[in-house]
């Protein structure tokens, strides 16, 4: 199955309703794949007019407690700040996928360009199986979190048939949606609110008081970046000489390339930090212990490379090994993503 | 241990319903599979090329592949990637009727198909493909003919169906061809 068919089906298991987009490679065929999958269980997909619309969309059906998602390229993510940061502020859950081109948007997706006191979860699947495992767990720890949660995927990720077979998860008891605006109690006087601003009417009375809302916002930002346990595959670290840091699919060609030099005999190790934020800051801490230094591959021209920086805090020389690196098309297929420019890269850190 | 194959050619030859044929038929026979396409914006006669990883365990290989144990080259247009992938050892097949040059690599076991002339044969250009993928199956006995006849009508879209038996026929052409 194609990772894009694999990532709708999973949405659709983790019970996903709602989807909207606007088409853009390779974020498109997951919406194609979306207006096949959602109708046939009671769900609706819309082919928005630009991404604005989609994620205005995404946000109306996720006030009504449906869980929902969207998505788009790093670029139509651009178009989507304003509203990420205020569905963050008005505390509701939404998966958003990043199909990015290459690997330039990990800030983008780690930091986010809206504004306000938020930050959102962002997980990062090396391929098709971690995928549709990944995609679930995210409309988990949205609906957990009431927060929106990002998937940062890419055009291999969405082009790459694996075998694979999309189960439903079970994390558990289903969150409380006792928020949900469901229209029932309009006019009596107790009906809901949800917005960016809170979940008080203003009354001539009491007044409006918005410190009230945003430090629960913050209170609740804090609560889940200390609830969610970072997540990270990390191997052959121990004698390692040099750990090498890399996720998505460079990390699964970074897997090959270590493997490769511990074949020549090089004391190689890799760290996949699969939460991006999280970020698993102390299993790299960890995995760099005793190691001669630490390289980061990344295809851009540097931006995981300061969260790594932070993790190891000087204490291991910090190689950046990356370079962003794209062929014609621009789409993100990377001539530099060879196992064996990537094993001189490796090894040439150590040099 | 696992086994790739890379697909190469233009445009409109039929390298990713190929490459879906071969994998579909892994997959039915019980294996672990991984394809990556890649091609540009061309419909006809630009880039393409497809990775194959088969394995009897899930595929731990990227979405593409540094060297190859087989390659199917059907035209010498943007070759060269394919060409620096091939080891010593990697089962070559080259479509004879089209592919123009050598295949300069030390050591490969290369084998001369006339796809393109036994396509235009049964009477359809556009099975070339289909020929080079039975001659595939003969030569490396990495999937079972039958498997390839079942792959190839789960792989054509609906409106193709019709198709089904001359590509069946095409892949046993190849077959023949490759003995």
Redesign the interface.
Known sequence: MEGSEAIAEAMVAAGCRFFAGYPMTPFTEILEQMAKQLPPVGGVCMNAESELEAVGMAWGAAATGTPAATGSTGQGLSLMQESIAELAMARLPLVVLNMARAQGDYWQATRGGGHGDYRTPVLAPMDV?EAVELTQRAFHWAATWRNPVLVFGDY?LA?????VDVQPIDFGPAPDVSWALDGSSGGSGRAKLVSPLGTQKQRDDVGYDLSEHYLACAAATHAMLKGIEPMAEVALCDDADVVVVAYG?PG??I??AVKALRERGVKAGYVRPITLLPFPTEAVARAAEGAKVVAVYENNQGQMVDDVRLAVLGRTPVSFIGGLSLD??GFG?APD????ILGDRIAGALS | MERELVLSGIGGQGIQLAAQVV?RAA?AEG????????Y??MMRGGNTEATIVIGDE??????????TWSAILMHHDYVEPTLARLRPGSIVLRNSTVYEGEVAVDGIDLHDIPATDLAVDLGNIMTASMVMTGAYARLTGLVALASLDAAVAESLPPYRTKHVELNVTALRAGWEAAC
């Open positions: 199986p291999y082009h790459t048939s694996q075998s699919t699964r060609y897997r090959a014609t098309s297929i993503l060879d196992v064996t | 994998a997959i294996r672990e599979v991984q394809l990556f396409g890649s540009g914006g899930p595929v731990e290989a990227p979405p593409t592949v540094g060297s």
